[in-house]
T-cell receptor
Framework: GENVEQHPSTLSVQEGDSAVIKCTYSDSASNYFPWYKQELGKGPQLIIDIRSNVGEKKDQRIAVTLNKTAKHFSLHITETQPEDSAVYFCAASNRNFGNEKLTFGTGTRLTIIP | GAVVSQHPSRVICKSGTSVKIECRSLDFQATTMFWYRQFPKQSLMLMATSNEGSKATYEQGVEKDKFLINHASLTLSTLTVTSAHPEDSSFYIC???????????FGSGTRLTVV
């Protein structure tokens, strides 16, 4: 099955600086890679996703890059703000053949230092 | 956007009792919903895939007789933790997808504490 590794487990960034979180996956058939933000006591919230036919996607201060050959994808947050502090999870799935199972990374606790 | 509502948000029950958690898709129909379990400071672990009108598919190691899943309609899936024990205390989260090209939307989670 799919295995997703995520680094770092914790990350502290000065407000205004950029944060980068990296994930690798094992199953070359995976073709959908979402990123979730989870605040304490709440369910995960989708912040951005990317499909395997795209190398990069951007939404305001958030961007995701995908390297299919190396089987890794990264989340980039620019101009960080205190409200970006949360736990971030990457995930991977293969949406072909009706397989919808998401495999999550281990999470990164991001702290933005004011 | 797609909205998934989960209820209750918190529940405390005594050992040996059963607890039901509801997951509703509010503005879309979901033939498939997913149930996850999350321990403190850990990732989400898929427990089972809930299929409308048929039996749920459980992940390896998840006791289907303990975690009963019912997906009786296209907008509602329920997870019942039967004969709960303290080790069942955890954060349970459901998710669903609005359509083939949509991302997965998660409920707000249920904090279960068994005393």
């Amino acid at each position: 099955g799919e295995n997703v590794e995520q680094h770092p487990s914790t990350l502290s960034v000065q407000e205004g600086d950029s944060a980068v979180i990296k994930c690798t996956y094992s199953d070359s058939a995976s073709n959908y890679f979402p990123w979730y933000k989870q605040e304490l006591g709440k369910g995960p919230q989708l912040i951005i996703d990317i499909r395997s036919n795209v190398g990069e996607k951007k939404d305001q201060r958030i961007a995701v890059t995908l390297n299919k050959t190396a089987k890794h994808f990264s989340l980039h947050i620019t101009e960080t703000q205190p409200e970006d502090s949360a736990v971030y999870f990457c995930a991977a799935s293969n949406r072909n053949f009706g397989n919808e199972k998401l495999t999550f990374g281990t999470g990164t606790r991001l702290t933005i230092i004011p | 956007g797609a909205v998934v509502s989960q209820h209750p948000s918190r529940v405390i029950c005594k050992s040996g009792t059963s607890v039901k958690i509801e997951c509703r898709s509010l503005d879309f129909q979901a033939t498939t919903m997913f149930w996850y379990r999350q321990f403190p400071k850990q990732s989400l672990m898929l427990m089972a895939t809930s299929n409308e009108g048929s039996k749920a598919t459980y992940e390896q190691g998840v006791e289907k007789d303990k975690f009963l899943i019912n997906h009786a309609s296209l907008t509602l899936s329920t997870l019942t933790v039967t004969s709960a024990h303290p080790e069942d205390s955890s954060f349970y989260i459901c998710s669903a997808r609005k359509g083939q090209e949509s991302g997965y939307t998660f409920g707000s989670g249920t904090r279960l504490t068994v005393v």
